[in-house]
T-cell receptor
C-alpha cells in the first residue's frame, strides 16, 4: 500500500527566504507526482506535475524535483512572499488512477 | 468560470438524514474523481469514473455511500443515514481521461463541507 509522508507538518519563515518542503513515498512504482496548494477551507490548486520519467519541473518561483529510486520529492520556493502562506500537499499516482496524498505542510510566511 | 464546480458548498444535517452532493467537471473531461478530506489530513480517494462507468471504489466507500455519473457529465455523491464520522470536506476532481498511464493533471473543485450534528 502506497504511503506518502510530508515533513515538516508546519513551517514558519520570514518573508524573502528560500525554503524546501519534503515529500516521501514508499512505493517507487508511480506514474507521476503532483504538488498542490490549498488555502484554508478551499479546494486544491495544482502547482506542478512531474512525470515519472522527469527529474524536475519549474513554474515561476517554484521548482519541484523527483527521485523515484529513493522515493522522494522536494518543492523549492524561492523568495517567499506572504501570499505563499497555505498548506502544500504532494500526491502520487500509481497503478490505479487515484491520487495518494500526504498530510500536507502548513506554511506561514511572516511579513 | 470553466473550472470544476460543486454544490452545495456547505451542508449541515442531522445524524440519520440523507444528503446528496453534485459535481460538474470541466467540460470535455472524461474522468471524474471523488475524495474526502478530514481536518488536518490530506484528501483520501473514494471513487472515480471514466465517462459513465465507475471503475474503482475505495473501501472507505461504505454501503451508505453511492456515486453516479449517469450521462458521463455531472456526478452525484449520496450519503444515506449520515453519521457524525461523515463530517468532512468532499472534493471532486476531473481530468481529460485520454491517457491511460495516469499522467494527467487532476483539477479540483472548491469542495462541499459536510457537518453532521
Amino acid at each position: 500500500k502506497q504511503e506518502v509522508t510530508q515533513i515538516p507538518a508546519a513551517l514558519s519563515v520570514p518573508e524573502g527566504e528560500n525554503l524546501v518542503l519534503n515529500c516521501s513515498f514508499t512505493d517507487s512504482a508511480i506514474y507521476n507526482l503532483q504538488w498542490f496548494r490549498q488555502d484554508p477551507g478551499k479546494g486544491l490548486t495544482s502547482l506542478l506535475l512531474i512525470q515519472s520519467s522527469q527529474r524536475e519541473q519549474t513554474s515561476g518561483r517554484l521548482n519541484a524535483s523527483l527521485d523515484k529510486s529513493s522515493g522522494r520529492s522536494t518543492l523549492y520556493i524561492a523568495a517567499s512572499q506572504p501570499g505563499d502562506s497555505a498548506t502544500y500537499l504532494c500526491a502520487v499516482v500509481g497503478g490505479a488512477q487515484k491520487l495518494v496524498f500526504g498530510q500536507g505542510t502548513r506554511l506561514t510566511i511572516n511579513p | 468560470d470553466t473550472g470544476v464546480s460543486q454544490n452545495p458548498r456547505h451542508k449541515i444535517t442531522k445524524r440519520g438524514q440523507n444528503v446528496t452532493f453534485r459535481c460538474d467537471p470541466i467540460s470535455e473531461h472524461n474522468r471524474l474523481y471523488w475524495y474526502r478530506q478530514t481536518l488536518g489530513q490530506g484528501p483520501e480517494f473514494l471513487t472515480y469514473f471514466q465517462n459513465e462507468a465507475q471503475l474503482e471504489k475505495s473501501r472507505l466507500l461504505s454501503d451508505r455511500f453511492s456515486a453516479e455519473r449517469p450521462k458521463g457529465s455531472f456526478s452525484t455523491l449520496e450519503i444515506q443515514r449520515t453519521e457524525q464520522g461523515d463530517s468532512a470536506m468532499y472534493l471532486c476532481a476531473s481530468s481529460l481521461g485520454r491517457n491511460t498511464g495516469g499522467q494527467e493533471t487532476q483539477y479540483f473543485g472548491p469542495g462541499t463541507r459536510l457537518l453532521v450534528l
